[in-house]
């Protein structure tokens, strides 16, 4: 279905990951799909960059600092979904999210299903995955509601 391996060439991703590790194999493997990749550490910079920028997806750590200097926790992720229903990010109005982390059982499915634009929950375990989900959310209309990949 997929079969050019650059089919995503001209779309837009933030990654919201505040973990250096995990960014450098993600960013390479988005990237030879042909995504642009912004980076962002923490929920207000992702929130500064919903603001000035469209993006196509956005892939979201759910433990998150708030702030550069603050300790990551479940209030960051929440916070960046809580911004892209703001009329302050409404060209990401609709942007599908996929939540990247290593904390399942922390992330909690009911409050993320109020959110429309939530598509899925991917471990940071299954990062081989990650690419597929993209091209999954970005290439197959989906409605509203959260699924597990």
């Known amino acids: 279905m997929f079969g050019d391996k650059r089919d995503l060439e001209g779309r837009r991703a933030l990654l919201v990951e505040d973990i250096e590790k995990t960014l450098s194999g993600t960013i ?44 990551p926790d479940d209030e960051g992720g929440l916070r960046v979904l809580e911004a892209l229903s703001s009329a302050a990010c409404t060209g990401n109005a609709g942007v599908p999210v996929i939540i990247v982390t290593n904390q399942g059982s922390s992330v909690d499915s009911v409050r993320l299903s109020t959110f429309g634009n939530y598509r899925a929950t991917l471990s940071k375990l299954q990062m081989d995955e990650i690419t597929r989900a993209v091209r999954s959310v970005l290439h197959e209309p989906v409605s509203g509601g959260g699924r597990s990949v």
């Open 28 to 71: 390479a493997e988005l990237r030879s799909a042909g995504l642009e990749i912004t980076v962002t550490s923490n929920s207000a910079d992702a929130i500064v960059a919903l603001e000035a920028t469209t993006f196509d997806v956005v892939l979201l750590d759910w433990r998150l600092p708030l702030t550069v200097d603050s300790a």
